[in-house]
């Protein structure tokens, strides 16, 4: 990527270290308990992966408990549905998935709104839902938001996966194309509003240009993760050829927005935002000399499989000597873990994976790998103070550990740390 040496040089311990600081992850939890504290987090990471799995807490509730003390799902559906759109200052957008990102920041987001659009009207799909579309838009400028349940059964017509009611397509395409806007969940039903009543008229009124949308959802990426190498695994990316992304990523290094770096015994340069070099540089003093500080082996964290941390499947072999695969869409027969196995973070390294699975009162913890080298014996206080904090935002009674899963002390160790933490 570069055309000269990297003008910074750093460890892949003070990397980790940097890591695990600036994800909040050192110690855990360690955010104070409130909605504040969501939003101080959505500021720094830019953005939260949203999943709907809720086998044990959602993907970025899981993100915002590892970080959050006392953390309660209700603050994000607050923050992102609020009754009073006024009030609401996380919304949901397309960026590289579905993620959480600022209210202030949806100007930036746009762009695949935009296009989605321009799509549906060259296409022949309004044509073909108008229909459809007329009514919902109708019913929701008169009545207000509405599901696609509101809306009774309809003929089928072609989706993109598969026949799906007519009322259902036209609402997913009205929202895809931003002309609606999400104005609340419950499980796995949506009611949609329109956008002009669920955006802050400023923001709604913003615009900005294609360019500057493709930097910002660039520098999303690094905001997110915190320290990523060109080669970085391919779906981080913005689709689009490789040439572009290189001359983008060359002209926001040359204006001072990211800053190249070399780690030691990885081939790739890596970037991250400038303004956070410092945070980089105090990591390497804290790693190096004769006596480094060393990362408490029982600051355990519960990672989510979509946390930006572990967005990097190759940066997780190259700096820390982890393999993770998110599971859950692998053929049972091919797994080696679980379908929903999380990794965990102690102190600055990944030293295992956790299965963890709501069971009426419980939190139950039916598979428990730890990675080769590793001393469980290190991390149990630690693992316990984690599933503790993982029952509490579930509001689990109480957590238990499937049998055989843990030698009998260990087991005891592990619940009765968890007990005493309650």
Known sequence: ?????????????????YLAERHFLRPPRSLPSGKGSVLALVARLG???????DLAGRNHEIVCGSRIRDFEPRWLDELLYDVNPARRQLVEQYNKALNIVPMSELPYYRRTADRARERYWSDGT????????????????????????????????SWW??????????????????????????GSRRWFDLAERLIPPAIYAKRVTDDEQQAHRLLSRYRA??????????????SGPHRERRALTKRLVAEG?????????????????????????AAAVATSGSRPVAADPNAVAIIAPL?????????????????YKWEIYTPPAKRLYGPYAMPIHAGDRFVGRIQLRRDESRLLVDGLWWERGVRPAHHLDGLAAALDAQGRMIGAERVEVVDGLLTSAGAKRLLRAARALR
């Open 161 to 186: 996966w598969g026949p799906t009611p007519g009322y259902r397509a036209a609402l997913e395409m009205l929202s895809y194309a931003g002309i609606l806007f999400l104005a609340r969940r419950e």
């Open 225 to 238: 993760h915190g320290l990523l190498a060109f080669n970085a695994s391919s779906e981080i990316w913005l």
């Open 126 to 157: 309004y044509r073909r839902l108008k229909r459809y579309v007329d009514e919902v838009l109708q019913r929701i400028e008169r009545e207000g938001p509405l599901s696609a349940a509101d809306f009774g059964p309809s003929r089928k017509v």
């Open 307 to 323: 946390d930006p941390i572990v967005w990097d499947r190759k940066g997780l072999r190259s700096l820390y000597g982890f393999d």
């Open 1 to 17: 990527m570069s055309d000269g040496a990297a003008s910074f040089r750093v460890s892949r311990a003070a990397a980790r270290r």
């Open 47 to 53: 953005s939260l992966q949203f999943d709907p799995v």
């Open 257 to 281: 927005q990211l800053a190249e770096v070399a780690v030691e015994g990885v081939d790739a340069p890596h970037h991250l935002p400038a303004a956070e070099l410092f945070a980089l540089d």
